[in-house]
C-alpha cells in the first residue's frame, strides 16, 4: 500500500439552498486498500458517495473541495468525460441491489453493458466473472433476470458489473445493510478478496461498527456532516481519541459485555443540517463540551500515526508510554 | 404543516373566496331583481342606463338583469356542486372504507359496482337519471352526488387498504379498539388528504355539471337563474346579444380554472411524493 | 402458571401457486413470570409471524397459544380483547407505529379509555406518568409525533404498550430501525423497565448481539422452527446446532482483534423459500455437517445438555 493513493477527497462541501450538508470532509484510498465512512443515518454518507461519483441530486450542490482519481481533478470535468470515468475508472454499489439492477434485462446483458459491449462478444468473461463473486452455476444465472435471483445473489451481480471493467476506485454504499447476516459474511469476504486480487480502492460506507471491524484497513467516522476522526481501523477501536467515537463504541452492545448492565449511552439526538450551529457540531451531546466547543469549529488536526481528530478535547492516548 | 402560499395561488384563493362571496351575498350585492321582468327593456347591451338603474352587464331576451341573474345564478352553481360533491364525498368514502376494511367479499362486490359505475360515461348517466325523473334542485344534487361516489371510493379503498397494513393500526387493535373507532379516529383522518383531492377536481367537474345540465334544460328550471340556463336562453341571440353567452361563459371558465389549480395545488401537498424530504 | 405457552404453532399464508407459505411451521416455546425470551432468525424465517399471533393478531392455522392460560387460538373477539390487555406488543418503525394525526397523549391514553379504565383528570395524570417513566415529559402529551425523534417515538410506543400493565409484552425488532446512538438509550429503557415491572418479554430480534444482552433464554429460529433453544449463557457460550453457530461466527464483532480471528464458518447458499421447504432436516441444503440421514429424517428435539436442539449430531 505505498503507491501514490487511487482516490483523494479534500475539502468537500455539500449544501442544500443555505444549509449545508457536508463539510470539508476529506480522506485518501490507496490501492487494494478498503477505507470505511461509518456514522449514523443523516450524517451525509450518501451525499458524499454521490459526490465523487458526480451523481447528486439537482437539489444538492457541491460548494468546494476537490476530488482527485488517479491524480487527476475529477470535480470539474464534463458529464460527457464524467461518463467515461463512471464504469471504467470508478464504480458504485448500492443497499438495495434488486432496485438498482434493471428488472426486465438479463443479468448477463447488464455485466456485459459496464463493458459497453454486446453480451454475444464478452461472455466468456462474464461468466469467468460470475464465478469469481461466486455465483454457483453461471451459466444457467446469466441469462435469468434479476427477480428470479435473492438479494445477496443480486449484490453479487452488482459487484461483477461493477469490478468487471477493472475500475481503480469501488463505491459501495451500505453494500450488506439489506441483507442477512449470513449473506453480509459472505459478500464482505467476497469484497475483502476482490480489493486485494485486483488491486481496487474500496470506500465502503456503513453504520455498522463491525463491518467496519471486519474488512476496514482505515476508517473515517462522520457526525453531522464532518469527520470526527479518522486513521487505522485497529487503532481508532483500541483508542479511540474523539468523544463521538468513544461513546458509540461504548454503547454497542457485544457478545463480550455483561447481560443486563447499563450501556453507555449518547443523550439526545442527531441535529439535522437546519438546526447546524457555528461550533462543534456533538458540542449539545457531547459530556467534555466547554463553552469554546459551542462557539467554535475544531479543525480535523493530527495525532501522528496517520490520525486526524475534529475535537478540541481529544482523549489523550492512554495505555501508551509517557 | 403550515405552507408557504406563492403569490399565484394567493390570487387563486382570493378569486375563489370573490366567487363565494359574490354568491352568498348575491341579495345585497345585485342591482335588480333576477327574476323581474320588462318587456321594454330587451336585450339592452352592457352598460346600458335606463331612468332608474344602469345594467352593466346588459339585460336578456326578458329584460332581466344579467348581472344580478349571474349572481344569483352563481349561488346555484357554487350550492349545487357543494352539495353534490357532499353527497359522494360521503357515500363513496363510506364504501371505500368499507370495502377496504373489511376485504374479502364485501370489498369485492363494492369494487365490482364501482368498475361498472366509472365504465357508463358520467355525463351520459347523469342526463338519462334526469331525463328519467325530471329536473329539479334536489333531483339535481341527488343524481350527480349519486353518480359520483365511485372515484372516491377508490381513492378511499386504496389508502384504505394501505394505512390499514400499518403497525398503527395493530396497536389500536392491541389497545381494545374497535371498528368504528378505528376507521373514524385512525383510518379516516389519514386517507382525508387524497379524498379532499379528488373532491376539488369533482367540485370542477360538477360546476361544470350542473351548467351542461341546465344548459340542456335538465338542471335549474326556468325562470331560476343558472350559469348554464343562462347561457342555454342566450344561445339564440349569440349574434345580436353576445354578452349573454360571453359573461356567463367566462364566469364558469375563471372559477372552474381557479378550482382546478387549487387542487392541483392541493395534491401537490398532500401527495408524499411530491414532497421534498 | 407459565406467561406465555406456545405448543405446536403453525401458521400458514395462501401462497401463489397452491403451495402455502408455511411461515411458521410447528413453533413450541413458553416464557414464564418475569422471563425475557429472544426469537433470532434470518429475515423470512417467521419472527413476526411468531410474535403477531402471540398477541392474536394473526390466528393460528394449527397449534395453541396461550396467554397466563387463556386460549387464544379460535377465541372470541371479547376473550381476544381481554387478552391483549395482559398481551402488548412494540414495533419495529417507530415512524408508522404512531397515528401521525393523534396527539401522543391521546395515543398512550388510548388503551386506558376505550377500555374505560380512565377519563378526564385521572386520564391525563396516568399519561403524564406514563411519559414520565419512559423518559419524555408530561407536558408533551399535547404534541404530534412528527414533533419528535426516532428514539423519542419508540419511548411513546413502549409507554403506550405499557399503560394496561401488561404481564406479557412482545417487541419485534424494537431497536432494528433506530440510529445506533440511540439504540442503547432504549435497550437501557427496556431492560430497566423489566425489571421494575416484572414482566415477561418476548423479544424479537435479528441482532445476536443485542438478544445476548437483553434476554435470558434465546431461541433460533429458522424456515418456520426453532432449531435451538437454551439459556443464553449456553446459547453463546456453547452453541449447539450448526445453524446458531453459523449464526453467531457472522456476527460481525465491533472489535477488529476479536472479529478478525474468528474463525470463518461461512454458511453456503441462501435460506430457501417457506413455500417449499426442503424435505427431512429443513437446514440440510446449508448445513456444513450434513449427512445422508438429514436429508430424509426430520430431527427430533431432544435435549442436550441445558439446550434443546433439533438436529441429529448435535
Ligand atoms: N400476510 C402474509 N401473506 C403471505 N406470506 C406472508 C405474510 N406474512 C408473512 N409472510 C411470509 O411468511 C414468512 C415469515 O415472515 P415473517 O414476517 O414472520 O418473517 P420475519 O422472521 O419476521 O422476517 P424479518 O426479519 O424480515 O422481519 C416470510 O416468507 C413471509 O414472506
Ligand atoms: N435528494 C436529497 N434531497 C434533499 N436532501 C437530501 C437528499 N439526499 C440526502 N439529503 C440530506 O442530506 C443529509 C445526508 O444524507 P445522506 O448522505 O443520505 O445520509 P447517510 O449518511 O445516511 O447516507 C441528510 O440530512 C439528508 O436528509
Ligand atoms: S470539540 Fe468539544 S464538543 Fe466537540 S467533541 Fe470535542 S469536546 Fe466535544
Ligand atoms: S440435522 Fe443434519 S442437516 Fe440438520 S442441522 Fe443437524 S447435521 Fe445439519
Ligand atoms: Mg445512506
Ligand atoms: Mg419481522
Known amino acids: 500500500m505505498s503507491d501514490a493513493p487511487a482516490l483523494v477527497v479534500e475539502n468537500l462541501s455539500l449544501a442544500i439552498g443555505p444549509a449545508g450538508l457536508v463539510d470539508g470532509v476529506g480522506f485518501q484510498v490507496a490501492p487494494g486498500e478498503v477505507m470505511a465512512i461509518v456514522g449514523e443515518s443523516g450524517c451525509g454518507k450518501s451525499v458524499t458517495a454521490q ?16 476530488i482527485l482519481l488517479g491524480g487527476r481533478d475529477i470535480s470539474a470535468i464534463p458529464e460527457r468525460a464524467m461518463r467515461a470515468v463512471r464504469g471504467q475508472l470508478m464504480s458504485m454499489i448500492f443497499q438495495e441491489p434488486q432496485a438498482a439492477l434493471d428488472p426486465l434485462t438479463t443479468v448477463g446483458s447488464q455485466i456485459a453493458e459496464a463493458l459497453r459491449q454486446p453480451l454475444g462478444r464478452v461472455r466468456g468473461e462474464v461468466l469467468r466473472m460470475l464465478r469469481d463473486v461466486g455465483i454457483s452455476d453461471p451459466e444457467r444465472r446469466i441469462d435469468q433476470h434479476p427477480f428470479e435471483l435473492s438479494g445477496g445473489m443480486c449484490q453479487r451481480i452488482m459487484i461483477a458489473s461493477a469490478l468487471i471493467s477493472r475500475p481503480a476506485v469501488l463505491i459501495a454504499d451500505e453494500p450488506t445493510t439489506a441483507l442477512d447476516v449470513t449473506i453480509q459474511a459472505q459478500i464482505l469476504d467476497l469484497l475483502r478478496r476482490l480489493a486485494i486480487e485486483r488491486q481496487t480502492a474500496v470506500v465502503l460506507i456503513t453504520h455498522d461498527m463491525g463491518v467496519v471491524a471486519d474488512i476496514a484497513d482505515r476508517m473515517a467516522v462522520m457526525y453531522a456532516g464532518r469527520i470526527a476522526e479518522a486513521g487505522p481501523t485497529a487503532e481508532i477501536f483500541a483508542a479511540p481519541r474523539h468523544p463521538y467515537t468513544a461513546l458509540l463504541l461504548a454503547s454497542i452492545p457485544r457478545l463480550s459485555d455483561v447481560p443486563k448492565s447499563k450501556l453507555a449511552v449518547i443523550e439526545g439526538r442527531v441535529p439535522n443540517p437546519s438546526e447546524f450551529g457555528p461550533g462543534c457540531r456533538f458540542a449539545s451531546r457531547c459530556p467534555r463540551a466547554d463553552a469554546r466547543c459551542a462557539a467554535e469549529t475544531p479543525p480535523l488536526r493530527p495525532l501522528g500515526a496517520g490520525r486526524l481528530t475534529a475535537c478540541f478535547h481529544a482523549e489523550p492516548p492512554h495505555g501508551t508510554q509517557p | 404543516m403550515r405552507a408557504r402560499v406563492s403569490p399565484g395561488i394567493a390570487i387563486i384563493l382570493l378569486l375563489l373566496a370573490g366567487f363565494v362571496l359574490a354568491a352568498a351575498g348575491a341579495e345585497l350585492l345585485s342591482p335588480a331583481d333576477p327574476l323581474r321582468q320588462s318587456l321594454l327593456l330587451r336585450l339592452r347591451e352592457p352598460g346600458f342606463a335606463s331612468r332608474t338603474a344602469t345594467y352593466w352587464l346588459g339585460t336578456d331576451d326578458l329584460g332581466r338583469d344579467l348581472l344580478s341573474r349571474i349572481l344569483y345564478g352563481a349561488r346555484a352553481s357554487l350550492l349545487v356542486a357543494a352539495l353534490s360533491v357532499s353527497v359522494s364525498l360521503v357515500v363513496g368514502t363510506a364504501l371505500g372504507l368499507l370495502a377496504g376494511w373489511f376485504r374479502g367479499w364485501t370489498a369485492v362486490l363494492i369494487m365490482r359496482f364501482v368498475d361498472t359505475m366509472l365504465s357508463i360515461p358520467a355525463i351520459l348517466l347523469a342526463v338519462l337519471t334526469v331525463a328519467v325523473l325530471g329536473p329539479g334542485f334536489i333531483k339535481l344534487v341527488m343524481v350527480l352526488g349519486l353518480t359520483r361516489w365511485p372515484r372516491y371510493t377508490r381513492v378511499a379503498y386504496a389508502a384504505t387498504l394501505q394505512v390499514a397494513g400499518l403497525p398503527y393500526i395493530k396497536a389500536a387493535e392491541m389497545a381494545g379498539c374497535g371498528a368504528t373507532r378505528i376507521l373514524w379516529r385512525h383510518i379516516l383522518p389519514n386517507i382525508a388528504g387524497p379524498l379532499m383531492v379528488v373532491a376539488t377536481s369533482e367540485f370542477g367537474l360538477m360546476i361544470l355539471f350542473e351548467a351542461g345540465l341546465s344548459f340542456l334544460g335538465l338542471g335549474i328550471q326556468p325562470p331560476y337563474p343558472s350559469w348554464g340556463s343562462i347561457m342555454s336562453a342566450g344561445r339564440q341571440y349569440v349574434t345580436r346579444a353576445w354578452w349573454l353567452t360571453v359573461f356567463p361563459g367566462a364566469c364558469l371558465f375563471v372559477l372552474v380554472l381557479c378550482v382546478n389549480v387549487f387542487g392541483d395545488w392541493l395534491r401537490d401537498r398532500v401527495d408524499p411524493r411530491s414532497r421534498s424530504r | 402458571m407459565n406467561t406465555l405457552e406456545i405448543t405446536g404453532l403453525k401458521v400458514h399464508f395462501p401462497g401463489r ?22 426469537l433470532v432468525g434470518e429475515s423470512g424465517c417467521g419472527k413476526s409471524t411468531v410474535s403477531n399471533a402471540t398477541v392474536g393478531l394473526l390466528s393460528p392455522t394449527e397449534g395453541s397459544v396461550k396467554v397466563l392460560g387463556t386460549e387464544l ?64 415529559r408530561a407536558d408533551h402529551a399535547g404534541r404530534y409525533p412528527h414533533q419528535f425523534s426516532g428514539g423519542q417515538r419508540q419511548r411513546i410506543v413502549i409507554a403506550r404498550a405499557l399503560a394496561l400493565r401488561p404481564a406479557l409484552l412482545v417487541c419485534d425488532e424494537p431497536v432494528s430501525a433506530l440510529d445506533v446512538s440511540v439504540r442503547a438509550q432504549i435497550l437501557n429503557l427496556l431492560v430497566e423497565l423489566q425489571a421494575r415491572h416484572g414482566m415477561s418479554t418476548l423479544f424479537v430480534s435479528h441482532d445476536l448481539a443485542v438478544v445476548r444482552h437483553v434476554c435470558d433464554r434465546v431461541a433460533v429460529m429458522y424456515l418456520g422452527r426453532i432449531v435451538e433453544l437454551a439459556p443464553r449463557d449456553a446459547l453463546y457460550s456453547a452453541p449447539r446446532h450448526p445453524y446458531t453457530k453459523a449464526l453467531l461466527a457472522a456476527v460481525p464483532e465491533p472489535d477488529p482483534v476479536t472479529q478478525r480471528a474468528k474463525p470463518r464458518v461461512p454458511l453456503e447458499g441462501e435460506i430457501p423459500s417457506p413455500a417449499n421447504p426442503p424435505p427431512g432436516c429443513r437446514f440440510h441444503t446449508r448445513c456444513p455437517i450434513a449427512v445422508d440421514r438429514c436429508r430424509s429424517e426430520e430431527p427430533a428435539w431432544r435435549a442436550v445438555g441445558a439446550a434443546s436442539v433439533a438436529c441429529h449430531l448435535a
Do not use: C, H, W, Y
Open chain 1, 51 to 66: 459526490a465523487i461519483m458526480r451523481l447528486l441530486p439537482d437539489a444538492i450542490r457541491q460548494t468546494g473541495g476537490r
Open chain 3, 73 to 136: 387460538a379460535g377465541a372470541s373477539r371479547e376473550t381476544l380483547r381481554a387478552i391483549r390487555a395482559k398481551a402488548q406488543m412494540v414495533f419495529q418503525d417507530p415512524v408508522t407505529s404512531l397515528n401521525p394525526r393523534m396527539t401522543i397523549g391521546e395515543a398512550v391514553g388510548e388503551p386506558l379509555l376505550v377500555r374505560g379504565l380512565a377519563r378526564g383528570a385521572a386520564l391525563r395524570d396516568q399519561v403524564g406518568a406514563l411519559l414520565e417513566e419512559v423518559g419524555l
Open chain 3, 17 to 38: 401457486g397452491g403451495a402455502p407459505v408455511r411461515a411458521v411451521d410447528g413453533v413450541s416455546l413458553s416464557i414464564a413470570a418475569g422471563e425475557t425470551l429472544g
